[in-house]
């Protein structure tokens, strides 16, 4: 049995960590209502913007813009967003092991690019090649969206790759948070692909553009990555916070039992010391009298 002061510091260092883990989970609930609510107000522009950028594509003729024309695929790169810092369960895990089961299965040279440390330092002695890592931005603006989608568009453009995957965590509730790898350029054109088709009651034709088609489409794709990429990190800071909430709400509840079983180690080993002092008086008395 330990003693009474080895439990009594034990004690004093859970009630420690407790307050630690209850004010980091206290934190997360505040910033995941926060980055729930942009991430709420992020989806419906993004999502127009996807369904516009996936139906110009659709109706686009054949090497009318290089992100709208898929090629031979020689190389790959795929775009890893993980969180700048740990102590958020099985966040970081999920994307990472997710992404690496993906590269263990491609056939063609593939290479990353890491958004938040976390996921560079996973693959930072591994065999593929890290193309450049960025920290994950404590506020998540347009402008440092944008410097992340001229790199990767100069990647694509200067056919250093042929195909761009992007994988993340997507926010789904509090208590989920789903694991995500898909195709981000070339751009997927829309499901329907003949000019001229009957679709929903819709008779499928081209766009006119003003001033031109490569003016448009060039300043469409451009600003359309962009956006993509800001509501891809903003899924995944609002699914860093819960997973964070909820890793550290755990934590404060089994620290809590940690401190009620202790406390009865220590009341137990407390009662053990004063019945022996008890006894040995007891037996000393006796043996004066």
């Not at 009594?8 to 609510?37: D, F, G, Y």
């Not at 997927?188 to 009651?201: F, K, M, R, T």
């Not at 359309?224 to 800001?230: E, K, N």
Request: contains cysteine; glycine residues 4%; hydrophobic residues 40%.
């Amino acid at each position: 049995m330990l003693s009474v002061g080895s439990v009594k510091r034990k004690i004093r260092s859970i009630k420690n960590i407790r307050q630690i883990t209850r004010a980091m989970m206290l934190v997360s609930a505040a910033k995941m209502k926060k980055a729930e609510i942009a991430i709420r107000s992020a989806r419906p522009y993004a999502g127009s913007m996807e369904q516009i950028m996936a139906s110009v594509a659709m109706r686009a003729e054949k090497d009318t813009h290089p992100l709208l024309t898929p090629r031979e695929v020689n190389r790959q790169l795929v775009i890893m967003v993980t969180s700048q810092r740990g102590l958020c369960g099985g966040f970081n895990a999920n994307v990472t092991k997710n992404t690496l089961n993906f590269l263990m299965q491609q056939t063609i040279p593939t290479s990353l690019i890491c958004i938040g440390q976390k996921g560079s330092l996973y693959f930072k002695n591994m065999n593929w090649e890290m193309v450049s890592n960025y920290s994950f931005p404590d506020k998540i603006t347009y402008g440092e969206c944008q410097q992340i989608a001229e790199e990767i568009i100069e990647l694509y453009l200067s056919h250093r790759f042929d195909r761009i995957y992007v994988s993340y965590n997507e926010f789904k509730s509090v208590f989920q948070q789903c694991p995500i790898i898909k195709q981000f350029i070339p751009i997927e054109p829309a499901a329907v692909s003949l000019p001229g088709a009957v679709h929903p009651n819709k008779f499928i034709t081209d766009y006119l553009y003003e001033p031109s088609v490569n003016i448009v489409i060039e300043q469409l794709m451009a600003k359309g990555i962009a956006i993509q990429i800001q509501r891809i990190l903003l899924e995944s800071a609002a699914a860093e916070h819960s997973a964070r909430m909820v890793a550290m709400e755990s934590a404060t509840k089994s620290a809590g039992e940690m401190i009620n079983a202790l406390s009865l180690s220590y009341n137990r080993a407390r009662q053990a010391g004063i019945t022996k002092e008890i006894t040995e008086i007891v037996g000393a008395s006796e043996a004066l009298g």
